[in-house]
Each structure stands twice: as C-alpha cells, then as structure tokens.
C-alpha cells in the first residue's frame, strides 16, 4: 500500500533517523555541561524522571499523532483538533528557526574539519582555538560559504526522500557516529587530569566545590534547565517526530520506538558528556587555566576549547579533531534533515490535499533556500563579533540575548514556541480530543497498562512541566526578575487551555 508520500523501509531504519534527529548539537554541548553545572547527579536525576514521565509521553503522542493522520504537524492538529488547528504552525515555524543557527553551526564543523584535514596532511603548524574561532567569525563570506556546503549535504539526503534519503543517510551515519564517539572517549579518559572532568559531571555538589561554579542552582532553576534541555535533546513540540510518524507503517509499536528513542537519546547524551569534558578539564587543568574559566558548554567548547585539545596532543591531534569534527557534523546534519523534511512535508502534503503533485527536489531546494536567507543573518552576525543589529536589544535595554543573531533565534524557538507548542498539545490531547483517542492509535485499540499513566502525564504533569519550562526559559532570556512572571503567564495559559479544549465539540465527539 505504497503511497506518494513514501515511507520508512524499516522499523529499525525509523528508528536510526528518530535518533539522529534527536541526538544532535544539543547533546555535545548542551547536556553534558548542563549537567554539571546543575548538580551532576542531581540533575541527571531530575532529567531521567522529566524524560520517562514528560518527554516518553509526548513523544508517543508525537508519533501516534502523525501516523494516525498520515500528515505533518498543520495537516495532524487540522485533522484531529477543532479549537488547536493552529498549534501546527508552531510546530513548522520553530525547525524554520532552528535551522537559521543548526546550519551555521554545521558550517563550522565542516569548516574545522577541513582545518584539522589540512593540519593532518600537511602539518601545518596548529593555530590555537581562539584565534582560529576569532578569525571565523570575523570572516562573514567565509561562514557563509559554509552554511551554503552545509545546506547542499542536507539539500541532497532530503531530495532523495524518507526512504531513499534520509534512512539510507541515518543507517551509515549513526553508526558511523557511534563508533567515533567511543574512539573519542578512549582518547579523552587516557588524558591525565581527566578524572575532574568526570567529577564534574557526576559528583553531586562538584561544580562548586571543585571551583567550576561559584554557587549551586537552586531546584526550580534545575528543573527547568533540564526540562529545556530534554525538549530540544528528543527533538519534541517541533514536528519532527509528528512529521517521522506520519511515514511510519501501523504495525510497529510506538511504545517501544518511544522507549527506545528516549533511551539512545539519553545515553548518547552521557557517552558526548564523558567524551568531551574529561578531555577539556584535562587541559584547562595542564595549562594552568582556574577551571572556572574553562569553556565547557556552547559554541566555544567545540570551536576552542576543543581544538585547542587537538593541537596539544601533538602530530596525532589533527587525526582526532578530523574525527571529532566529523561526528559532530554528522550528528548535525542528521537533525537538520528532520527540521528540513518537516518543513518540505508540509509543502508536498498541502499540494497532495490540493489534487496537485509536487516534485520533492524543488520543494526541498525551496526549503533550502529560504533557510539559507535567514541562515545568512546569523552567519554574518558571527555571533554578535560584526556589529549586526539584534532586535529588541537597544529597545529594550534586555540583555538576554548578548547582541547576537543565534540567542535571538534561539529564544524564539527553543525559548518560546516550544514550550507552547509542547504545552497546548498535551492540553489538546488530554482535554480536548482525550487520550483515549492517542492510546488507540498507540496500541492499536488493545488496552495496556500505559492507559492511565499516559493520561495523567497528558492532562497534568506534561502540560504543568512546561509551565516550569516556559518559566525557567524566560528568565534565562529576559532575567531573573521574569521567572514569577513566566509562572503565572504558564499557569493562566493552562487554565485557559483547558477551558477552551472541554468545551470544545470534539471532546463530546470523543465522549460519546
Ligand atoms: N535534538 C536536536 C539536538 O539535540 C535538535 C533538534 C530539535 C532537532 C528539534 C530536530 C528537532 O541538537
């Protein structure tokens, strides 16, 4: 029952392109440094718990969403919802703006990797991280360009469809990526010092005590940080996964994908961790550097820090920065195509609704070059080094998005629309059109013991952990003082939700 739209040639294919989507630059430079800093343990704890009770949820309802229609997010919340038609938006606006920084950043890892290619081949002498990073984002045309490289790898795997595309890149690349992450490892845990690094990460309270911090975050600061951080890991309250689902075939259990996509997530997350901070507070340490000024997290662990590992190990460094570089890029592109394929679905669907037949290539490099457009204000931007004017910065005197492009973008995205986004469709799902409707399509009509955690989790605690979420993420952006005011805006947003979603006809349609 092969359709137009195509479909996954395998269940364990889905699965490699669920998980690449999901493990990407927000597992290398955000986990791992979130963690530590957040309370090591302690916040490995309260992620574990906000992933199997909110995250292993949605990304159920995510999946059964999208199969259950055969359509990504616009076409899914049409179909299924009458007062939250308008959530799918969300849903295709924010991969649009993920995809302005994510292509960026891909450029720079193309561009490192070439760097540490050319170092390897010729042996060049190494230019530490700083300069190499300065010079980078001083060089507009240069970052473009590569934005540009990086877009054609995505153009070219999502022109070629789910199956003859995106799954055949997956089920080399994540592989692929696997493998080097574990050669990573080996290298960073034999450095000397590496020990602390691994302190840091686990040991409850380490931060502070070792000197990487100077206070400890307080529980609610936790809460939502790890929160954040588990929404953007597993790819959630975007589309991807609504979109992944739409092409998945009946018969595979979605409690099982959604476990084991959970699972892989978190896992690698850790894996990235052990592979990059041990060898960072290794060398901070052996450079004399006070560990509270080693880079750990963001852009300048990757594009300094690390790099600057690379050039201490001496002739063999440019080897494990070309693979370092390479798996990071290739955990990049791997989540950019899922952002790309929701976009380009939602053309190719809205032409199929339409009686018309768009061809996948065209949309695809519609796509592509939209993003390239917005992409280029970011790329120029070099992360505020250029001077590029940053709305709302001067207006508002707010100084939660440091004067550059990619803060901005990001507090759009991952700071704003998808803590909405995660929040009125568990609302949806749980007040409007009723879980029983989700728990249907999840396990095929068959009752399981899943029914009322998945309920509960839909009603309550998913919707009321994006409340914390929204409000953690809007004091990061616009200041401590907002926090209180992020709570009340989450908890008026939920009650008003509800009351919109149980008077709304579809509920009494489910009723019955
Ligand atoms: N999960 C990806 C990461 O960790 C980012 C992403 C978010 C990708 C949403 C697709 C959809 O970097």
Partial sequence: MENERGSWGSNIGFLLAAIGSAVGLGNIWGFPYKMGKSGGFTFLIVYLLLAAFVGFTIMMGELALGRKTGTGPIGAYHAVSKRFKWIGWLAVFSPFIIMSFYSVL???????MSLNLSNLAF????????DLFHSMLTNPLGSVVYTILFLIICYLINRGGISGGIEKFNNVGMPALFVMLVIIIIKSLSLPGSIEGLKFMFVPGYAV???????APNISTVLATAGGQMFFSLSLAMGAMITYGSYLDKKENLVKNSAIIVIADTTIAIMAGIAVIPAAVAYGIQQGIPVGEIALGGPSLLFVTLQNVFNSM??????????FYMLVLIAAITSAISLIEVISTFFLDHAAQKGRKASRPKVVLLVCLAILAEASLVAVDGLGSNGVWVPGQAAFGISGWNDCWLDFMDMLS??????LGAMLMSIMIG??????????????????GMDSFFSVCMKLIAPLGMVLILSGQISDFFGKGARIAGYIIGIVIYVIGVAVAVTSPMRKAAHK
């Fill in 106 to 112: 891909g450029g720079y890892c193309i561009e490192y």
């Fill in 123 to 130: 042996q060049n002498p190494a230019i530490s991280g700083g």
């Fill in 209 to 215: 005590s070792g000197g990487f911090i100077e206070a």
């Fill in 314 to 323: 001496g002739g063999v460094g440019a080897l494990f920065g070309v693979i």
């Fill in 414 to 419: 991952e700071g704003i629309a998808m803590p």
């Fill in 431 to 448: 007040w409007e059109i009723r879980p029983k409707s989700m728990l249907d399509e999840i396990h095929s009509g068959a009752g399981s």
